[in-house]
């Protein structure tokens, strides 16, 4: 199993970006995907987590109300669309995957089995 997040960069304060997270040597339909992230000096984050096979999510206080997350079992890809942005989102952001069964809440507080390369997303005026 391998993931590889991309899509960060520098945005405004309000502003939006859309990340992705690829998936290669498995199928959507079988796991658990998760979105978190590291800030400077901060323990690592669960932000949000996708069951693809019924589409149930769960997010983190934090983002909630500003973030989705969305799976594309024909590319096998997951993303986080981010609005709203503030400066406190800044962070190197990962995915994460672990089969199924396992709880969102599980996911949330990183009980996941494989982890991609993160990508840094920067809130900024």
């Known amino acids: 199993v391998q993931l590889q997040a991309s899509g960060g960069g520098l945005v405004q304060p309000g502003g939006s970006l859309r990340l992705s997270c690829v998936g290669a040597?498995?199928?959507?339909?079988?796991?658990?995907l998760g979105w978190f992230r590291q800030a400077p000096g901060k323990e690592r984050e669960g932000i949000s987590c996708?069951?693809?096979?019924?589409?149930?999510?769960i997010y983190s206080d934090s983002v909630k109300g500003r973030f989705a997350i969305s799976g594309d079992g024909a590319k096998n890809t997951v993303y986080l669309q981010m609005n709203s942005l503030k400066p406190e989102d800044t962070a190197i952001y990962y995915c994460?995957?672990?089969?199924?069964?396992?709880?969102?809440?599980?996911?949330?507080?990183?009980?996941?089995?494989?982890w991609g390369g993160g990508t840094l997303v920067t809130v900024s005026s």
């Open positions: 996708l069951r693809y096979s019924d589409g149930r999510t």
């Open positions: 994460a995957a672990i089969p199924r069964p396992h709880a969102l809440s599980k996911c949330l507080d990183g009980d996941m089995s494989y």
């Open positions: 040597g498995f199928t959507l339909d079988y796991y658990v």
